[in-house]
């Protein structure tokens, strides 16, 4: 028996006015550092994208973070009911909610941005891409091509994840890179820096 299904699409604009009713509290940067090398399962985007599918609308970080909660979650292989308090509010309010969750915002907003050019065919989230490709999205042209997109906010701190993170995978030679140039950018609608089409240019002009 096949699972009922909705697909839904949110405009870029409308992702900015949820984040600007519901601005992102960037919670606990020490304690998501000190969590940033446990590995959650299934994966967090994973999460992200079942309850959103679930919902059929955007969600806050709470909501994303009480979901997980009620979910079979492990870290590093261990249940959350046998990992401490501590290291419980590192991974949900620091992983889940200053990481995870802005990254979901942002693959939603970037594919919306992607769309709405009319120049592609597909654009495409992929979580298990996601996972051991290390690839946000992939999109295939009028004309066939296809490339993989990676995201990535331009800090310290996420360079230095980076390199990390791409332990854990190997992402498809073609990957092209947009970043978002934290330093350039002010904050903007929801406490946050948002994607522009302009961030897309080397992969508009291909």
Known sequence: MSKETRLVYFSSDYIVRFCKEHRIDWGLRQEARYAENWLIEPSAMGMFFDLLTEKGDLFTQYEYCEFAMHAPVTANGMEWQRLTVELQDCLFRGRLMRNFYPSGIDTLHAWALLVETGQFEQCIIDTAEDAVGKTDLTLQSKSGEMYHVALRVGSEYTDSWQSRKAQRGERPADTIEIILPCDERP????????????????????
């Open 187 to 206: 904050k903007g609608p929801g406490n946050k820096r948002w994607y522009e089409i302009e961030d897309f240019a080397a992969l508009l002009k291909r």
